[in-house]
């Protein structure tokens, strides 16, 4: 792995811990809304919602610090397509995305709306 690329996985890993405090702070909230409508603990659900706040924040700073300046042209593309069911790939996705193929990877590849979507506008 050369250095460049190396530095560029650094830059993404750092995302991780905070992406992944995120996501559980962002499910919790889900959670208190879906069991709790009516009976809302207030001072709980404003605590999640300012570590949620406190998580975007610490994600834009890694994403505007100059580790991470590189990888703001790196260009994302599979490595392969396939038929097969990918394991690492469900697990990556967790598990919305399970293979590859030449019908999914327009849709995830899309640099323009699709056409019915772009009619509406």
Request: glycine letters at 2%; charged letters at 25%; one cysteine or more.
């Given at each position: 792995?050369?250095?460049?690329?190396?530095?560029?996985?650094d830059?993404?890993?750092?995302?991780?811990p905070?992406?992944?405090k995120?996501?559980?702070?962002?499910?919790?909230?889900?959670?208190?809304?879906?069991?709790?409508?009516?009976?809302?603990?207030?001072p709980?659900?404003?605590?999640?919602?300012?570590?949620?706040?406190?998580?975007?924040?610490?994600?834009?700073?890694v994403?505007?610090?100059?580790?991470?300046?590189?990888?703001?042209?790196?260009?994302?593309?599979?490595r392969?397509?396939?038929?097969?069911?990918?394991?690492?790939?469900?697990?990556?996705?967790?598990?919305?995305?399970?293979?590859?193929?030449?019908?999914?990877?327009?849709?995830?590849?899309?640099?323009?709306?699709?056409?019915?979507?772009?009619e509406?506008?």
């Amino acid at each position: 792995m050369e250095v460049s690329e190396r530095q560029q996985l650094d830059s993404f890993l750092l995302l991780q811990p905070s992406t992944s405090k995120l996501k559980q702070k962002i499910w919790e909230l889900l959670c208190i809304i879906e069991n709790h409508r009516d009976n809302i603990d207030w001072p709980k659900y404003l605590n999640t919602l300012g570590l949620c706040a406190s998580e975007l924040v610490e994600i834009r700073k890694v994403l505007e610090s100059e580790r991470f300046s590189s990888a703001n042209s790196m260009i994302l593309t599979p490595r392969s397509l396939g038929t097969e069911p990918d394991p690492n790939l469900a697990k990556a996705t967790e598990d919305r995305l399970h293979i590859f193929n030449h019908e999914a990877a327009p849709q995830y590849l899309r640099t323009k709306l699709d056409p019915q979507v772009s009619e509406l506008f």
